[in-house]
C-alpha cells in the first residue's frame, strides 16, 4: 500500500467535494475512515480498516485529509488521524475518533464490528 495516496487500497477515496453542507454526499451507511498519509498510526490502521470491506453491513471509504488546510478537518472537528465517522443517507450517525500517538484501537474496531448496520451488531 502506497504512503503517497490511498488508490493502492481498493476503497473509494472521498475529497472534500463529497461532503457538501457537512453531509456525505452518498446513500446507505458508509463506514468513512479520515486519514493523512503523512500519518504513521493512519498507515498503520489502513491494512485493518481495509480488511472491512465486506464484512460489514456497510460500505468502507477513505476521507483523504492528507492536505492540513482541507476544510474537513474543521468541518468534521478532527484532531487525530485516523478518526472514522458512520454516515446513513449523509448524516452522522456515530464516530470514533483516534487518541494521539495510537489512531483507532482493535477495541475500537470491535465496537465498530457490534454496531447496529454490522451483521453482527443486528
Known amino acids: ?7 493502492s487500497t481498493g476503497l473509494e477515496v472521498l475529497s472534500t467535494s463529497d ?17 493523512a498519509t ?17 464484512t460489514l453491513g456497510a460500505q468502507v471509504a477513505i476521507a483523504d485529509i492528507t492536505d492540513r488546510n482541507d476544510p474537513l478537518w474543521d468541518e468534521f472537528r478532527i484532531r487525530i488521524t485516523p478518526s472514522i465517522i458512520v454516515f446513513r443517507d449523509g448524516n452522522v450517525q ?3 475518533d483516534g487518541r494521539r500517538f495510537f489512531g483507532i484501537s482493535d477495541s475500537d474496531l470491535t465496537k465498530l464490528k457490534s454496531a447496529p448496520f454490522s451483521p453482527r451488531g443486528a
Open 1 to 7: 500500500m502506497t504512503t503517497e495516496n490511498w488508490s
Open 19 to 35: 461532503f457538501p453542507d457537512g453531509r456525505l454526499n452518498r446513500p446507505g451507511t458508509y463506514v468513512v475512515c479520515f486519514g
Open 38 to 54: 503523512w500519518c504513521p498510526p493512519t498507515r498503520r490502521f489502513m491494512p485493518k480498516f481495509v480488511a472491512l470491506k465486506g
Open 94 to 96: 456515530m464516530r470514533l
